[in-house]
Nanobody, 122 residues
Framework: VQLQASGGGLVQAGGSLRLSCAAS????????MAWFRQAPGKEREFVAA???????YYGDPLKGRYTISRDSTENALYLQMRSLKSEDTAVYYC?????????????????WGQGTQVTVSS
């Protein structure tokens, strides 16, 4: 499984950004996928997950501002972020693990993209 995240950049507080993750063929139909983020000096944090069944989950601080989705035909994973805050600044990673499972620990995911930087200016 190969993953490649993109879409990060510099955005003002209150703005929106959409991250994308291109996956190997068949990944989004057979794997549960997730977004994590890691700010400088902090541990990697769970953001959101979508199971191959389509069920979605979100980290508590992010509910209502982030939306995870996927396009199975394009083998793509997305993260729509709204009302961005300076504390959302981090490197965002997409990840995948086999099975229809809801996992929030980074160590539970077998496959990772390279990360994309999101910087929110206040």
């Amino acid at each position: 499984v190969q993953l490649q995240a993109s879409g990060g950049g510099l955005v003002q507080a209150g703005g929106s950004l959409r991250l994308s993750c291109a996956a190997s063929a068949g990944t989004s139909r057979s794997y549960s996928m997730a977004w994590f983020r890691q700010a400088p000096g902090k541990e990697r944090e769970f953001v959101a997950a979508i199971l191959w069944s389509g069920t979605t989950y979100y980290g508590d601080p992010l509910k209502g501002r982030y939306t995870i989705s996927r396009d199975s035909t394009e083998n793509a994973l997305y993260l729509q972020m709204r009302s961005l805050k300076s504390e959302d600044t981090a490197v965002y990673y997409c990840a995948a693990t086999s099975g229809n499972v809801y996992l929030t620990r980074a160590s539970s995911y077998n496959y990772w993209g390279q990360g994309t930087q999101v910087t929110v200016s206040s």
